[in-house]
């Protein structure tokens, strides 16, 4: 079992940063990729960046230039640093792990975050 927990959303003005993160619990085996998604109300969830255990990183092209995903192996955690805001980035956003042999997916709590114009 994988518990996820998120922290660092909020209320940013259009153009600011927010930096999430997101500490895994896991004790037997390794987390493998990473990765944070978004949903938007009535809304499916959609990848916004991952990173694999080696630091391979990939981005949806509407975050790119703009944001970036990190993880810390040592601590279990992810971070995504949000600069240039958007109101459009508005959402709530999860964290994912894909743990174990069977790189099963576990998810975070969700953590709002919202971007005034």
């Known amino acids: 079992q994988v518990q996820l927990v998120e922290s660092g959303g909020g209320l940013v003005q259009a153009g600011g940063s927010l930096r999430l993160s997101c500490a895994a619990s896991?004790?037997?085996?390794?987390?493998?990729?990473m990765g944070w998604y978004r949903q938007y109300p009535g809304k499916q969830r959609e990848l916004v960046a991952v990173i694999t255990r080696g630091g391979t990183a990939n981005y949806a092209d509407s975050v790119k230039g703009r944001w970036t995903i990190s993880r810390d192996n040592a601590k279990n955690t992810v971070y995504l640093q949000m600069n240039s805001l958007k109101p459009e980035d508005t959402a709530v956003y999860y964290c994912?792990?894909?743990?174990?042999?069977?790189?099963?997916?576990?998810w975070g709590q969700g953590t709002q975050v919202t971007v005034s114009s």
């Open positions: 896991a004790s037997r085996f390794d987390i493998n990729s």
């Open positions: 994912n792990a894909e743990y174990g042999l069977l790189n099963r997916g576990y």
